[in-house]
């Protein structure tokens, strides 16, 4: 596609709820990126792909939290049992990719999934 | 550990006059740096990135930013606001043992009044 997508817009949930978000990158871009932006914290990264493994989920806040990638391309973000701590904006960004992750390439953000746990 | 400070949280200025958006830098090495905005409800939009080549570094829509060693700083500016600058602005550094984790300033929400 012509940028990353993301779906759906807004969520609107009940506390202890699961929720999945849904991330569209772009073609051919094998790194995939999620992060949250909350009042709170701020931007903060939650997990990287590169192709459909994840070498780095330092920053997934809890066991709660779990994201795969399938077929290199879509991921899912999941959030189990949510709290109302978890809402926030949740973005997510794709790259071209490399073997070392290379600061030479530039994360292309979506618009991002707006989240609200009553 | 890396991170960035962006030293204000709202700047307002007028349309046609320069914009200056103040980002300090702590990093024990040579260190990847980027200015990304957001407009609302939009994604995030890479304006210029600072990889260790020139240290005046153009951007998109009339943006620079120059990494000063010695000052720890990699501001940004333009010289002169459009009403469609108005947005919030981060300042972004990467870490050195993984590259790939951008770590956002806390941003600088731009005000621009006509």
């Known amino acids: 596609g012509a940028g990353v997508s993301q779906s759906p817009s807004n969520k609107v949930t009940e506390k202890g709820k699961d929720v999945e978000l849904r991330c569209d990158p772009i073609s051919g871009h094998t790194a995939l990126y999620w992060y949250r932006q909350s009042l709170g914290q701020g931007l903060e990264f939650l997990i990287y792909?590169?192709?459909?493994?994840?070498?780095?989920k330092s920053g997934l806040p809890s066991d709660r939290f779990s994201a795969e990638r399938t077929g290199g391309s879509v991921s899912t973000l999941t959030i189990q049992r949510t709290q109302q701590e978890d809402s926030a904006v949740y973005l997510c960004a794709s790259s071209k990719g490399t073997r070392w992750g290379s600061t030479q390439e530039t994360q292309y953000f979506g618009p991002g999934t707006r989240l609200l746990v009553l | 550990a890396q991170s960035v400070t962006q030293l204000d949280s709202h700047v307002s200025v007028s349309e046609g006059t320069p914009v200056l958006l103040r980002c300090n830098y702590s990093s024990s090495y040579s260190p990847s740096l980027f200015w990304y905005v957001q407009h609302p409800n939009k994604g995030l939009q890479l304006l210029l990135k600072y990889t260790s080549a020139a240290t005046l570094v153009k951007g998109i829509n009339g943006f620079e930013a120059e990494f000063k060693k010695s000052e720890t700083s990699f501001h940004l500016t333009k010289p002169s606001a459009h009403m469609s600058d108005a947005a919030e602005y981060f300042c972004?550094?990467?870490?050195?043992?993984?590259?790939?984790?951008?770590?956002f300033g806390s941003g600088t929400r731009l005000l621009v009044r006509p």
């Open positions: 792909f590169q192709g459909n493994s994840a070498p780095d």
């Open positions: 972004v550094v990467t870490r050195m043992d993984s590259s790939y984790k951008l770590i």
